[in-house]
């Protein structure tokens, strides 16, 4: 096996699902911007386009992260954590990584009994996606 993403794809455990939960994580300040999953379809495309690609469920596709909402995530780094068995991707988010237009989606926070949203929206989820309105 000598190509280089065939053997990175060699040491990923993939669940029963042949999913990955995979965390994108800005690369220059550590702030946590989403979690997605991950087919070897969308680790190869990530790898070989250096742009975040996930598998989505409920779409049963493909997507690179800002195809619709411009909203891109540039790949840097792809690690893999000590069991295999989940994908960290160090990325260069262009703009909000939230479908509800906020630059993270752990905008809620489990504060004194109840989740408090912590981080309002940047841009409307209209704006976002203006043909999913009217």
Same mark, same amino acid.
């Not at 550590?30 to 790898?47: F, P, Q, T």
């Not at 891109?72 to 840097?76: D, M, S, T």
């Not at 989740?115 to 929206?121: D, K, L």
């Given at each position: 096996m000598t190509d280089p993403i065939e053997r990175a794809l060699a040491e990923i455990k993939f669940g029963a699902d042949g999913?990955?939960?995979?965390?994108?994580?800005q690369h220059d300040t550590?702030?946590?911007?989403?979690?997605?999953?991950?087919?070897? /379809? =969308? %680790?190869?495309?990530?790898?070989a386009e250096g742009r975040a690609c996930y598998w989505s469920r409920s779409r049963a596709r493909l997507w690179r992260k800002g195809e619709t909402s411009g909203q891109?995530?540039?790949?840097?780094e792809m690690r893999?954590?000590?069991?295999? /068995? =989940? %994908?960290?991707?160090?990325?260069?988010?262009?703009?909000?990584?939230?479908?509800?237009?906020?630059?993270?989606?752990?905008?809620r926070a489990w504060r004194e009994g109840v989740?408090?949203?912590?981080?309002?929206?940047s841009i409307s989820p209209?704006?976002?996606y203006p043909e999913n309105t009217g």
């Open positions: 999913l990955v939960p995979a965390i994108a994580q550590g702030e946590i911007l989403m979690m997605a999953w991950m087919n070897r /379809d =969308a %680790v190869r495309a990530s790898l891109v995530q540039r790949l840097r893999l954590d000590c069991d295999g /068995d =989940a %994908v960290l991707l160090l990325v260069d988010q262009q703009g909000v990584a939230c479908h509800t237009g906020r630059r993270s989606c752990f905008f989740w408090t949203v912590i981080a309002e929206p209209e704006a976002l």
